[in-house]
């Protein structure tokens, strides 16, 4: 068993490269151990000292080094690596784990369509190699936030500011918000308790249309966030977005990232000023995409838990 899951594994990295390396990407490599990371609030990173200096952190995602590769000229390249979050693990989240994260010129709905490519071609590959039951078919499920919400709780949640959404929402008998509740935090109330639990789970689909503080590195659109997140059996696969490419406009995302991680009891994450500037020097308009690898392993294979795929867990 233990050798059918490397075997499974060793292919599925393969077929990866070679569908990228088909589309015209070059495979990349970029440091694990770094000055800075995206401050993130939700995401805490490992942080690691070296003869007493530091802090330096494990990246929590290529994700900042791969842009600094566009600045310099690359177009589209993708990477598959090991990285570290601090997490709590569970059946779904570890510590370590490996991400494919690749960008390209376009938008966030090139990437979208391509992530489901992706998807399609080593479903298909593995039943054509393993036999393995082919599960998902095209085209995957798009939905939009705002349309989910005008169906499942008759409100459209970005027409509303902090105040209102929470005089609506109590009219409307959510017992779980309060008055010092942020708008993200009611938005996300609702979406877990009303909205999710209803989208039909059965077959892959994109949720987009997502608040803009879900992304501080994404671009914006009429206030919301040009982003998609891809769920299979349930689980985030994926998640992609539109690069915000403002230098400016990334600063103060970042900063107000830090003064709410600040909030939380976290520590702030120094800025990375060579990132920064370097995404005025990025010419053209792109997107990128993250991918669990595991996770993905998981779903194309049947398995529920990251336990069945993967041998070692800290």
Known sequence: MLEYQFVIR?????KMREFFLERGYIEVETPYL????????HIDPVCVYISGKGPYYLHTSPEIHMKKLLSKGLRRIFQICRVFRVESVDSLHRIEFTMLEWYRDGTYMDTLKEA?????????????????????????????????FLERVGINPFEFDRTSLFRVLKERGFLTVREEDTWDEMFFKVFFEKIEPHIDKSVPYFLVGWPLATSSMAKERNGRAERFELYIDGIEIANGYSELLDPEE???????????????????????????????????DCSGVALGIERLIMVLTGERTIDSVSPFSL
């Open 10 to 14: 060793q292919y599925l990295l393969r």
């Open 34 to 41: 770094v000055r800075s990371v995206p401050p993130d609030p």
């Open 116 to 148: 489901e490519d992706l998807v399609l071609f080593l479903s298909s590959s593995l039943h054509e190699e393993f036999s393995i039951k082919k599960r998902f078919f095209s085209p995957f499920s798009v939905l939009e936030m705002e349309a989910l």
């Open 250 to 284: 990334q600063r103060k995302r970042f900063e107000k990232d830090n003064e709410l991680r600040k909030y939380l009891g976290k520590d702030e994450i120094p800025i990375d000023e060579d990132f920064i500037s370097s995404l005025s020097r990025i010419p053209i």
